[in-house]
């Protein structure tokens, strides 16, 4: 049983134009269109799924007015790899494909849209290609043929940068693995930790809501399209 993540299931981006995303992300990228539907639970939003494999997904996401809220760079967004944007928020994403030859294909794939591409650029940990997509997103094709060394690529002189210390390195290296119990309460509300952005008094109830409950009543299942038995 894995007690960390074992990979992406499906990033979501937010759009003002959901059909304009789907074409870049199918079209462009290559990606097929899985699922299209009413966002569970969110009166107004559309939900896309387009398949990078069968356990990895990119995610679009349409809700009511989002295409009046402005894109400010250097804020909301990027704009390239090398930019800030506010605290987090997504600073760019790289997308994986097996070999340099894939990273070559990719490239040129997006080049016939009429899409720039700069590179491949060589990083020593990956070879990538960067290019923009819709609504300003700074995006990345990457590739590694091998794992990635930490004695090779854990710069000491960063680790004191980013104020971490030998013993929090070797913690972060090696995470310790969850000995258990299973099921865990749900904890008190803690200001000091992150919350999801919900009104407090709403939110307060959400959680101290049993979990079986939330599954029970906060689940859709059945797919949109039903299918012959």
């Known amino acids: 049983m894995a007690q960390h993540p074992t990979g992406i299931h499906h990033l979501a981006f937010m759009a003002g134009d959901i059909k304009k995303h789907i074409a870049f992300f199918s079209e462009v990228m290559g990606c097929p269109l899985v699922a ?3 966002m569970h639970g969110v009166p107004g939003g559309l939900h896309a799924f387009l398949r990078m494999n069968d356990h990895s997904y990119f995610s679009i996401v349409q809700l009511p007015d989002v295409d009046k809220i402005p894109i400010e760079l250097g804020k909301t967004h990027a704009g390239n790899g090398a930019l800030p944007s506010a605290p ?3 600073q760019h994403l790289a997308f994986g494909v097996d070999t340099d030859a894939d990273l070559i294909a990719m490239r040129d794939r997006i080049r016939s849209h009429g899409i720039n591409v ?16 819709p609504d300003q997103m700074t995006l990345e094709v990457a590739t590694s043929q091998e794992a990635i060394d930490p004695e090779a690529w854990i710069d000491p002189t960063v680790l004191a940068k980013a104020g971490i210390d030998a013993a929090e390195a ?3 290296r090696a995470p310790a693995a969850y000995a258990g119990p299973s099921p865990v309460a749900q904890p008190a509300y803690a200001e000091d930790k992150p919350h999801m952005a919900y009104p407090k008094e ?6 101290a809501v049993p979990d079986e409950v939330i599954t029970a009543s906060a689940s859709y299942a059945d797919p949109p399209v039903k299918q012959p038995a």
């Open 36 to 38: 299209l539907f009413d």
């Open 88 to 90: 987090g928020t997504l």
């Open 118 to 133: 700069i590179g491949p650029i060589d990083h020593g940990m990956c070879r990538s290609i960067y290019f923009a997509g």
């Open 170 to 172: 070797a913690r972060f």
């Open 202 to 207: 709403a939110y307060l109830r959400m959680i």
